[in-house]
């Protein structure tokens, strides 16, 4: 045999083996592409959804309406993102988003869509607020470090910071040091987000397979920090899987986790009654006109020995 034929049985041969390989690394760049796409259309959507938002009075999404223009900016953001705006079907990316948190000082709202068979609705829970049962006693958290405490039977009990909380109830041992409260705080926050989170995706499989859906989504993994700092703050957080890309041996399943914290630019101010101290937000009625100091959060106005003013702090 010639040696040009064994350089072209040589080459031959190597190309039967390498080309496995080059179409694989070809899938993965073409799945990092489109996960990275993704990423970054899911992150502007949250983006856009949280902007509509100044935290002037103390909530990111306290009425309706900023609840359900929040959810709207975030479909309209990702259906321009995905040069879907405007064709047949925009109509179809709820089926790619299984849930959008919002996620407010007291609480979260999960914005969900139920699929009656024709076209998908969407649906806005009540709000989800951040407690938990220690004993007899239910401890309500806030993002901007306030506290409220309540009876076994629901009623208001104390409201105001850790550490008169503390004071009060020393066997809440999570309430003695800054340290040990944050890090209580930040898990009944992550474990109740990421929990609906999870909820919300099966509800959408559900319906999925009721309607004769193959598509399957399931929550990536993500680690506790992770989880934490996308939840420490009011904003928007949301879950895209897009289109499962096939190949030979499978499919490439690309999706996306994103978040957006809003910048509080709210303050707290005080002022004096006969000798008691409040701390209402700038806009109540009976905050000083022209206050001499200002607060960034309740817990540093309750610090200063303010109770919070029953009218605006709720």
Known sequence: MK????????????IAFLL???????????????????????????????????????????SDAEREGAVSSFYNSLALSMNLKNTTTEGSLPYYVPAIILIDNDGFYVSYNEYDGNQYNNILTPVNTYTRQYGNDVVKFYLDGGISILDRHGEYAYFGNRQDAYDKYPSLSFLQTEEDYTEERALVVTELIKGQMEYYINYHNTNNRLYQASYTFSLPAISGQDWANLVDAPGVLSFLQGIKMSYPKGYVNVYALAGSRIKKSTHYVVSEDAGFMYYHTPECSHAPADPTRLFPSMESAAKYGAAPCPDCIR
């Open 3 to 14: 040696a040009s034929h064994f350089t072209i049985l040589f080459s031959v041969l190597m």
């Open 20 to 62: 496995p390989h080059f179409i694989g690394e070809e899938i993965t760049t073409e799945a990092s592409r489109k996960q990275e796409a993704y990423a970054q259309y899911l992150t502007n959507a949250c983006i856009t959804a949280a902007s509509g938002s100044d935290m002037s009075d103390g909530l990111a999404f306290g």
